[in-house]
């Protein structure tokens, strides 16, 4: 069956053309990335035991999930928890299959502390942590029809996912920020950084304005002229990682909100404001590129915690991205492509309804260009089940 492939050319000025640019990345430590996070790590666990003892990943959809903040008594040098943050866990997972019984709300438990304790280290999970699970078994009819059409999947919704390439200049150096301030190599030297990191990017025309809120550790702050210095190195630490991304000129602001005369400053005791009354939802934060990107084509879809076998909101996120990004180192005479695979309930997931491909390219004949990619999509929609793979052992991100 022929797949219904559209390549058209794109009437839009792309976005690293248009004179105003906005883009965003929460962070790992941030509330809704943090919920998002320990989602899709429940969504993996359940997956690799399904596995293990059933050959194939079972049905499980656990995207559901609220994690509602906790108190803290916060001052220079250190402070203490006064009330636990609390996770609830929720969605829909396979219990018991062939006669097993699935300890689902253990792992899914297990999960939640070992992904908090890797992206937030300050957190003292056993003491400081509530965890309820509240995952139940799945609908029969969506059960059902995940069990059928053991070679292709089909589609357990009428949904779409896009993706877009190449990345702007202010897309870069939004990511690269956040990646830079988390990475094993800075928090080594910089302790008193916490993984909450919030970085929104403006650009007009060729002037980048980055506006960073940055969650320090309170135990590595001894008094207001040492968060004062810490917070002047940070800022000029993102501007000098900046100029390895961008040639245009950066400005940084670091916790604008900060009042230092009256010492009200973003300091917490773990690293991040969900110990202090912020709340975080799944589908809050970013796309499965790692970016929320209002002026380019997204999804609402929730990625995380989505089953990665016939899920499209998931699956065709993370696929269209990772082929736009192919396609985009491939063919570098093509300025601007972004992908849309549109699903079909109950329709085999290699089939989409459509797939809707723009292309911007002002070098290159655009007919052989049409003929390249088309091809490409087509070939990877033909082995799409192996994206499933991918995405359980993390080789494709979703936060």
Same mark, same amino acid.
């Given at each position: ?26 962070? =790992? ?17 359940? /997956? &690799? ?14 995207? @559901? ?35 097993? &019984? +699935? ?40 059960? $059902? ?17 896009? *993706? ?23 928090? &080594? ?10 970085? %929104? ?16 550790? /309170? ?11 810490? &917070? ?15 040639? %245009? ?26 110990? %202090? ?5 799944? *589908? ?6 790692? =970016? ?5 084509? %997204? ?26 990004? /192919?396609?985009?180192? $491939? ?13 079909? +309930? ?13 292309? +911007? ?6 007919? @052989? ?17 192996? +994206? ?12």
């Amino acid at each position: 069956m022929q797949r219904n492939i559209v390549v058209e050319k794109g009437k839009y000025v792309p976005v690293a053309e248009r004179e105003v640019e906005l883009v965003e990345r929460k962070g =790992l430590g941030h509330p809704d990335s943090l919920i998002d996070g320990i989602m899709e790590g429940i969504s993996r666990e359940l /997956s &690799k035991v399904y596995i293990e003892e059933f050959g194939k990943v079972l049905h499980h959809n656990v995207d @559901k999930g609220q994690r509602c903040g906790g108190g803290t008594k916060v001052e220079f040098g250190g402070g203490f928890f006064t009330k636990p943050i609390f996770v609830l866990l929720s969605g829909r997972a396979t219990m018991e299959a062939e006669g097993k &019984k +699935i300890p689902v709300h253990h792992i899914a438990q297990t999960a939640t502390h070992n992904y908090l304790e890797k992206t937030v280290p300050e957190l003292d999970v056993r003491n400081d942590l509530e965890v309820d699970s509240r995952i139940s078994a799945g609908s029969p009819d969506l059960v $059902e029809l995940f069990l059928r059409g053991p070679k292709i999947p089909y589609a357990n919704d009428t949904s779409f996912g896009t *993706g877009f390439a190449p990345l702007s200049d202010l897309e870069k150096v939004v990511l690269t920020t956040e990646k830079y301030l988390n990475s094993p190599g800075y928090k &080594k030297s910089h302790p008193e950084v916490g993984p909450d990191i919030k970085v %929104m990017g403006l650009r007009e025309k060729d002037k980048i304005k980055l506006t960073v809120a940055c969650a320090f550790i /309170s135990k590595h702050v001894k008094d207001i002229d040492s968060y004062v210095k810490l &917070k002047e190195r940070v800022t000029e630490d993102i501007a000098k990682a900046s100029k390895k991304v961008t040639d %245009m000129e950066v400005d940084v602001f670091v916790n604008t909100a900060d009042d230092v005369k009256n010492k009200s400053v973003y300091i917490t005791v773990s690293g991040t404001s969900a110990e %202090m009354g912020d709340d975080g939802s799944v *589908g809050r934060g970013n796309r499965v590129n790692g =970016l929320i990107t209002p002026f380019r084509s %997204m999804t609402l879809e929730a990625a995380a915690g989505k089953n990665p076998v016939n899920h499209v909101g998931k699956i065709y996120s993370v696929l269209a991205t990772d082929i736009a990004n /192919s396609i985009s180192k $491939e063919y570098p005479e093509i300025d601007d492509i972004t992908i849309t695979l549109l699903s079909q +309930i109950g329709k085999p997931i290699d089939q989409p309804k459509v797939a809707s491909v723009t292309i +911007i390219s002002k070098k290159g004949d655009f007919e @052989k260009l049409t003929a390249l990619v088309t091809k490409e999509i087509d070939s990877r929609l033909e082995s799409i089940t192996e +994206i499933t793979e991918k995405i359980v052992y993390g080789k494709l991100p979703i936060i």
